[in-house]
């Protein structure tokens, strides 16, 4: 049995860990806040994650097949460059809605489908595959795909019983956001 003491000692630090975890997560969100300098450093990955997690807050997102951009409310702008030997493609595939777009704006675009698991497969024109794996569409509906460049790549997304497959280019005037893949039943 506890004494009064150990109690009490236990109960602060039970209060001081949940007091850390508050200023932890206050200080994460800070620092995730949208402006120009949480920007510096990263890479089109980690700049594309952060415009993920910026939706509905006030600055403007989307990617060009050579940069992911910024802009901000107070007019600052900012371009983290793509790799030179990738290519960011962003899909959503669809059952019933879907948008008309070729600039994928991660501040904007909406897919229909949530949190829906696919299986994806990228194959380039030689056979080569470069994605062949289980994916989750974000909350956004879209899955963001990181493909060669220079290329015209076949995409294969299928959920269930439920099947798409289209082709994208990864040339420096492909688009970005990719709103044409509907699922198809498939029979087995």
Known sequence: MRTHLEHRTASRALVLSALLAVTFILSSAQAQAPSPDALRGLDAYQAMDLANAWK??????FATPQAVHFEFPDGATVEVPLP??????????FLVHTHPCATHFMSGCQGELVDEPFHV?????????????????????????????????????????????????????????ITTLQLARVER
Do not use: K
């Open 84 to 93: 030179e030997d990738e290519m960011l493609v962003s899909v959503a595939p």
């Open 56 to 61: 509905g807050q006030p600055v403007t997102s």
């Open 121 to 177: 497969r990228a194959e380039l024109g030689d056979g080569t595959v470069v994605i062949d794996q289980e994916m989750r569409t974000m909350a956004n509906g879209f899955i963001d795909l990181w493909l060669p460049r220079g290329h015209s790549v076949e995409l294969t997304f299928e959920t269930g019983d439920y099947r798409t497959v289209g082709v994208v280019g990864t040339h420096d005037d492909s688009w970005t956001c």
